[in-house]
Each structure stands twice: as structure tokens, then as C-alpha cells.
């Protein structure tokens, strides 16, 4: 397609997961196209920025760069390794594949034998499709963000979603509230500082989806962990839109263009 289309650039932050995993076989492609006149480039962030988003252990490392707090996780390549990380982390675990899309294929376990249930029974654990392994957080509230960013730093966000049901429904069987209605203006302001650091220090020009849990247990101090980052629209997007009376997406494909968010209507 881009052969014969020959575009002015490529967009992958709307087609969800799928163009993320595809972005830097694409950079690779145009870079060996570099002298047959393709004028193509890929727009917003950098495919390096999303595969440092997307690989599990250079993103932990970034979120520990950053002082932000996640779930005690680790990634098996095999079964020594997966009772190694849960002997590490406690159960009960979240367990998924890292090769699957839309949260299938994931479970809770309690014990080593349902760990050793799910990996001989429920998927295939290989070198190449390793599964990760999450700290379990009880009593959890889930909370979606999605921000606009410029080529210059600047980051707004667009949408602060609270979950309705807890935290472990997958965000696209659950439903939300914008704005939010139980969670705190610490808990917002922590939500918020976490996000522009993320955001910035990925290099993202478009759109960045990210999710939060926080916890309270036994009515102690809330606490704020990081779930994940997606440098792309998520399926919340055309909601936020339809409720804040903006144009997101097409505000995000301006930013990709070059534009900064004060040239921008928002």
C-alpha cells in the first residue's frame, strides 16, 4: 500500500495494538527504501519511543528512572523461571501472555499448582512467547488517562476516567466515569504529574493512553500504582471526545503534523 500510494506519512496510533508491533519493521523498511523516492515517514512518536513503551523490561526501567510506582511483575520465559517470579512476588498473580491482544488468555492464580496448570494447559510459554506475571491488587480502583502531546513537551490531558467496576475487569468490558467521583485531589494530582512525566520521557507526539490503579486497604494512605503506558488512542478516545466536546483524534493527527498545542484548538 504505501508502495503505491506513496503518502506524505504514516499514522499508527489509531489502529490499537496490532501497528504498534508492526512500527519498527515499517521504520526499517523506509529506511531501506531511503534512495527508491519514497517519501513516507512514520508521524508522532518515534517507533524507538513505542518500543520502549511496549517492551516490558525497558519501560520498568524508565518507571524506576522516574521514581513511579507499579506492581511488583516480572516476565518467564519458562517454568522455573514463572515459579522463580512468583516465589519473588507472592500470589496471588495476574498471569498473561506478552503475545495476545485484548486481555485474552489472562488469569488470577492462588497457588504453584495453578500456576503450573495454566502454563501447561492454557498457553504455550516459549523463549519467544514468554508470560508476564503481576502483582495481584486487591480492593483496587482502575483509572484511565488519555493525553494530547506536542513535539514540544507539552502535555494536556484530555480525559481522567474512573472505573466503575474494580480494578482486574479489563477496560473494554468495563464502564467509566469522567470526571471522576470518589478518587481524591492528591490521588488526581499524582495521576496527573505521573502522566506528563511519562509522557515527556517517552518523546510522545499524538496520543498516549495510560492506566492506574490505586489501592486502600484497611482505610490506610491511598496508594497509586502504574498499570501501563500505550502511546496511541485507546478505545476511549471517541468517548472522551463525545463528553469534553472536542475532536481528539483529529487534534492529535495536527500535533503529528507538527503542530503544538497552542496552534491547536483545544
Not at 494536556?156 to 469522567?178: N, Q, R, T, W
Not at 481528539?248 to 503534523?257: G, V
Amino acid at each position: 500500500i504505501v508502495e503505491a500510494e506513496n503518502p506524505y506519512g504514516l499514522i499508527v496510533q489509531f489502529g490499537g495494538q496490532t501497528p504498534l508491533k508492526l512500527s519498527l519493521p515499517i521504520l526499517e523498511w523506509l529506511k531501506s527504501r531511503d534512495g527508491l523516492k519514497s517519501r513516507s515517514k512514520i508521524l508522532g512518536t518515534s517507533p524507538i519511543s513505542i518500543n520502549l513503551a511496549e517492551d516490558r523490561e525497558e519501560f520498568t526501567k524508565i518507571l524506576e528512572e522516574l521514581e513511579i510506582r507499579q506492581p511488583l511483575n516480572g516476565i518467564a520465559r519458562n517454568h522455573n523461571e514463572a515459579k522463580l517470579v512468583a516465589k519473588k512476588i507472592g500470589f496471588p498473580l495476574v498471569v498473561r501472555p506478552s503475545y495476545v491482544l485484548g486481555g485474552r488468555a489472562m488469569e488470577i492464580v492462588k497457588d504453584e499448582n495453578e500456576l503450573t496448570r495454566y502454563i501447561t494447559e492454557a498457553v504455550k510459554v516459549s523463549p519467544d512467547h514468554p508470560i508476564l506475571l503481576d502483582e495481584y491488587l486487591n480492593n483496587a480502583i482502575e483509572i484511565d488517562v488519555d493525553a494530547l502531546c506536542d513535539s514540544n513537551g507539552t502535555v494536556v490531558i484530555a480525559g481522567l476516567m474512573e472505573h466503575v467496576e474494580p480494578a482486574g475487569i479489563h477496560s473494554g468490558d468495563s464502564a467509566c466515569c469522567l470526571p471522576s467521583i470518589s478518587l481524591s485531589k492528591s490521588t488526581l494530582d499524582v495521576v496527573k504529574n505521573w502522566t506528563k512525566l511519562i509522557a515527556k520521557r517517552l518523546n510522545v507526539v499524538g496520543l498516549i493512553n495510560l492506566q492506574f490503579a490505586v489501592t486502600n486497604l484497611n482505610n490506610k494512605e491511598n496508594k497509586l500504582f502504574i498499570l501501563e503506558a500505550n502511546p496511541r488512542a485507546s478505545r476511549t478516545v471517541p468517548f472522551v471526545s463525545k463528553a469534553i466536546g472536542k475532536p481528539i483524534a483529529k487534534l492529535a493527527t495536527q500535533l503529528m503534523q507538527g503542530f503544538t498545542l497552542e496552534d491547536v484548538d483545544f
